[in-house]
């Protein structure tokens, strides 16, 4: 039963342009959302994150979007360039709860020049 | 960067022999989490460790155990490796309500 879901395996934009990559969850009491981008035969690395007393939350080029409602997150990365080119995870967690983090599948953003 | 350190990071092992991977941290964080990545399956939580002897599983805990015996320190063990736990293995440190911070993974090969 996967709590962190990500449908959408790949994704490839032109550079310049924006990249939006998607993030369902199911359950309620994740309260805390946080965003990875991993290169190839490295460790992921920590992008951004929202709590979910925010419904958004920017740093630089990326700026992440919470809908509690629809238990939905977005990245958005704007403008997109080539080095960000990467696999990109969402992850969850409940804070003060079990802090067990959660990620999803991932999605391949290729940003082509 | 975070000090966060995974050994081995790689390994070649044969099909029902023990393997055990370690992940040691500089930082004294509280938690700390082993996840498996594969094509198609994304980062899957084992086990983690919310403290010193303290740890609960994960999705996919089925033939692996973990210890930690002392804060820097979380092992996962492997009791007999089947082909099916061939992975590449993560370990990271976080604080409470934090980000997590990732080790450089160690590739496994159980032939």
């Known amino acids: 039963d996967q709590q962190v879901k990500q449908n959408s395996p790949s994704l490839s934009v032109q550079e310049g342009r924006i990249s939006i990559l998607n993030c369902d969850y199911t359950?309620?009491?994740?309260?805390?959302f946080l965003w990875y981008k991993k290169y190839p035969a490295e460790g992921p690395t920590f992008l951004i994150s929202i709590s979910s007393i925010k419904d958004k939350n920017e740093d630089g080029r990326f700026t992440v979007f919470l809908n509690k409602s629809a238990k939905h997150l977005s990245l958005h990365i704007v403008p997109s360039q080539p080095g960000d080119s990467a696999v990109y995870f969402c992850a969850a967690s409940q804070q003060g709860g079990s802090e067990k983090l959660v990620f999803g599948k991932g999605t391949k953003l290729t940003v082509n020049p | 960067d975070a000090g966060i350190t995974q050994s081995p990071r790689h390994k070649v092992t044969e099909t029902g022999t023990p393997v055990t991977l370690r992940c040691h941290q500089t930082e004294n964080h509280r938690y700390m989490y082993w996840y498996r990545q594969d094509p198609g399956h994304g980062l899957r939580l084992i086990h983690y460790?919310?403290?010193?002897?303290?740890?609960d599983k994960g999705e996919v805990s089925d033939g692996y155990s973990v210890s930690r015996s002392k804060t820097e320190d979380f092992l996962l063990t492997l009791e007999s490796a089947t082909s099916s736990q061939t992975s590449v293995y993560f370990c990271?440190?976080?604080?409470?309500?934090?980000?997590?911070?990732f080790g450089q993974g160690t590739r496994l090969t159980v032939v």
């Open positions: 990271a440190i976080r604080e409470l309500g934090t980000e997590a911070f």
């Open positions: 359950n309620s009491m994740f309260d805390y």
């Open positions: 460790s919310y403290g010193v002897k303290d740890t």
